[in-house]
């Protein structure tokens, strides 16, 4: 069965359990699940229920999507994403995306937690993504193109939303949050990085690095979504001294700052 094919089914699925349109999707990173609380939920459906979706399995834990509202407006959100390094290839890791797209989604907003390059940064921080550079081994458009999911060789000059940016910014200023920008460097993992490799990505124009979101953007940009991305930055990659990172320290520093990512996303989906 064709790629194509199984979005379709997928959709259908969902469609024959939710009579939900929503035009926004959203991804949530680790500890960043405070805007699942906010949304007002119709329908949750297990992945483990969704037809080609992974088994749930290797991601350790249930993995749901969720119907509802925020700010009165109809969206989608992932809680719980697939990570390349779990094992997955990249068309599972962004399969979610074009189910997404397939149901009407037109804006996707993700959300992660990176470490930070970029001497300004401090822990807590917010960033949002104006731009990406992709270091995964694999592309997710690698393989016959579908035109009917986009084209070959998408455009990336425009890949995060602009005016969506300043919205964004607009309402971080309104509600007394300071936000940061800059540019998301993606690897697989899992390992975090060495001094020299942050030195490394910062170099070559990084701000921030993680292990996700790059797959998922530029599925969502060859099926012509807009999108909006954002980092919270719990860990600083840069020092004098090499510092060590524990999975822990990231969730905390995550949780600590996803009110303030759950303020401003709420906003702006329901200012769109
Ligand atoms: N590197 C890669 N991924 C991450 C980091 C990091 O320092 N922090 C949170 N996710």
Not at 8 to 37: F, H, N, W
């Amino acid at each position: 069965m064709t790629l194509y094919d199984r979005i379709q089914e997928t959709a259908a699925y969902i469609k024959s359990r939710t009579s939900a349109t929503p035009l926004v999707g959203i991804i949530l990173g680790s500890g960043l699940g405070d805007l699942t609380d906010m949304t007002e939920k119709e329908l949750e459906i297990p992945y483990s229920e969704i037809p080609h979706f992974p088994v749930s399995t290797v991601i350790g834990h249930s993995g749901k999507m969720v119907f509802g509202k925020i700010g009165g407006k109809s969206v989608v959100l992932m809680s719980g994403r697939f990570h390349y390094y779990e094992g997955y290839d990249m068309q599972m890791v962004t399969f979610p995306v074009r189910v997404m797209k397939a149901l009407g989604v037109e804006t996707l907003v993700v959300s992660n937690a990176a470490g930070g390059m970029n001497k300004t940064f401090t822990i807590g921080d917010l960033m949002i993504i104006t731009d990406h550079i992709n270091l995964f081994p694999e592309h997710p458009l690698r393989g016959p193109n579908d035109e009917r999911l986009g084209t070959r060789f998408p455009d990336m000059s425009h890949t995060y939303d602009e005016a969506l940016r300043n919205k964004a910014k607009e309402i971080a200023a309104s509600r007394g949050i300071e936000l940061k920008e800059g540019v998301y460097t993606g690897l697989q993992g899992p390992t975090f990085e060495t001094p020299a490799e942050y030195r490394w990505l910062h170099i070559i124009g990084g701000d921030a690095v993680g292990m996700s979101t790059v797959p998922e953007v530029i599925v969502a940009r060859h099926g012509g979504m807009r999108v909006f991305a954002m980092s919270v930055i719990t860990d600083i990659g840069i020092s004098d001294v090499p510092v060590t990172i524990t999975h822990e320290e990231v969730l905390e520093a995550a949780q600590t700052a996803a009110p303030k990512m759950a303020a401003i996303v709420a906003d702006l989906i329901a200012g769109l």
